[in-house]
């Protein structure tokens, strides 16, 4: 049986694939490059990158991604030796099925954040990289539009919010 789907009246289930670090979607193309049913779950997102925010699509499960198959037994072959995949999760030597009701759930789910709040949250201590308060410490309160920020900044012993750029702001150490 070469193909996924060569089994008639078995009833398909969803298994996990554990992807080689950094291979998920290398992974996921060689695998439906196959014939393989993949769902890949992502999210979009911004970053910070050299100085600008940009948008990322980054695996919503870093190194894991899912595959329906009628029969594993079978498919293990094809499936393991696949650029990116590094093995089929088991318990003993039993691949383990993914309830189908998950990935219905993670299916409807919108997996995207159009926010700057995915990489600042509110409270969230910053320090100020441009301007006349560079170098400050202040603590992130909300974003203002797609490019300022506010944040709270102790001047002369007092909490003053502050409006300044958002690529004008990094995360502290501290």
């Not at 979009?44 to 919503?60: A, D, F, H, N, Y």
């Not at 318990?91 to 383990?96: A, H, L, M, S, W």
């Not at 002369?156 to 690529?167: A, F, I, K, S, W």
Request: overall charge positive; charged content about 20%.
């Amino acid at each position: 049986m070469d193909s996924v789907n060569d089994l008639e009246g078995a009833t398909p289930s969803w298994y996990v694939i554990q992807c080689k670090g950094g291979e998920s979607f290398r992974a996921a193309e060689h695998l439906t490059n196959q014939g393989y049913d993949v769902f890949h779950p992502v999210l979009t997102l911004k970053r910070k990158r050299q100085g600008k925010l940009v948008s990322v699509t980054e695996p919503l499960f870093p190194y894991y991604l899912f595959i329906r198959l009628d029969q594993v037994v079978s498919n293990w072959r094809p499936i393991r030796s696949t650029r990116g995949v590094l093995r089929l999760l088991t318990f003993g030597n039993k691949p383990i099925a993914t309830p189908n009701a998950l990935i219905d759930t993670l299916r409807s789910q919108p997996h995207h954040q159009d926010s700057i709040h995915t990489y600042f949250s509110a409270g969230e201590k910053v320090t100020i990289t441009e301007g006349p308060f560079k170098d400050l410490e202040a603590i992130f309160t909300r974003c203002k539009g797609e490019e300022r920020a506010i944040v709270l900044l102790n001047v002369l012993n007092r909490p003053q919010h502050l409006e300044v750029p958002v690529v004008g702001l990094q995360k502290s150490e501290s």
